[in-house]
Structures are given as structure tokens and as C-alpha cells.
């Protein structure tokens, strides 16, 4: 059964895309729910210099996506 939604899924331009957005919408909400739990009142505690440099490759990558997407926006209709 599992095979032939993939299938049918893969053969439609329009669900391969609805499928894509679902999938990009999931993880986004992932991401969001996991920092919007984050603290830091005691960040002093278990600060690292890894983590700083590690969110600042995230913020770029946040902004290349943000970029892209609206580049893809002029590519949309409204709606």
C-alpha cells in the first residue's frame, strides 16, 4: 500500500509539491517548538564558544533559506 501512494504521489507534479511543503512545514515547526523550550536564564552555566559559532552557521543557513524562498515567491502566483 505504502508503495502505491509513492507512486501515485511520485507521478503527480502537484502532490509531489503539496508533499514537499507538508514536509517543509513539519520540520519548521520542529525547529521553532525546539528553540521556543530554550532557556537561558542560566546560560553562564553551560555556555561554549562551539555553541555560539554553531548558531551563527544556523542563522546564516536561516537567511539562505529565507532568501530563496522569497526569490521563489516572484516565481508563485499569489494565493
Given at each position: ?9 511520485e507521478?503527480?507534479?502537484?502532490l ?11 520540520s ?32 546564516r ?8 524562498l ?7 502566483p499569489?494565493?
Amino acid at each position: 500500500m505504502k508503495s502505491l501512494v509513492v507512486e501515485v504521489v511520485e507521478t503527480d507534479p502537484g502532490l509531489r509539491v503539496q508533499e514537499r511543503r507538508t514536509k517543509f512545514y513539519s520540520s519548521l515547526q520542529k525547529a521553532t517548538k525546539v528553540f521556543e523550550e530554550l532557556t537561558f536564564d542560566d546560560a553562564g552555566e553551560f555556555y561554549e564558544d562551539d555553541m555560539v559559532q554553531r548558531l551563527e552557521e544556523l542563522q546564516r543557513a536561516v537567511a539562505v533559506c529565507i532568501e530563496s524562498l522569497r526569490g521563489a515567491r516572484g516565481n508563485h502566483p499569489e494565493g
